[in-house]
């Protein structure tokens, strides 16, 4: 069975880091883009960054930019979301999802129809 499971969310203060992990079973992660999406309560779904399946491109979304690092390690079949100087309104829940449709160069994080496997989540409050 195809799953991803999302790791690392937790409590933080502003200005703290986390490391998500977005790990792989049953599957390979080798050719597929991954990207990472959270909701906040009463929020729609956005998308938050994504890494094509070679690794070469990543997309952030303009609120992220210069504080979240998106990278892979397919030896590992795990994919990371390194979240620097949180602020509150990142809190959310975060989902990671596998693009198996994008070219091996290409992610697409600002729509959500590439993407069909997706994780459970993992939340991430931040707060003082």
């Known amino acids: 069975q195809l799953a991803l499971v999302e790791s690392g969310g937790g409590l933080v203060q502003p200005g703290g880091s986390l490391r998500l992990s977005c790990a792989a079973s049953?599957?390979?992660?080798?050719?597929?883009?991954i990207g990472w999406f959270r909701q906040a309560p009463g929020k729609e779904r956005e998308g938050v960054s994504c890494?094509?399946?070679?690794?070469?491109?990543?997309n952030y979304a303009d609120s992220v930019k210069g504080r979240f690092t998106i990278s892979r390690d397919n030896a590992k079949n795990t994919v990371f979301l390194q979240m620097n100087n949180l602020k509150p309104e990142d809190a959310a829940t975060y989902y990671c999802a596998s693009d198996r449709w994008s070219n091996y160069h290409n992610c697409r994080h600002y729509t959500e129809a590439p993407y069909d496997v997706w994780g459970q989540g993992t939340q991430v409050t931040v707060s003082s």
């Open positions: 049953g599957f390979s992660l080798d050719y597929y883009a």
């Open positions: 890494i094509s399946s070679s690794g070469g491109s990543t």
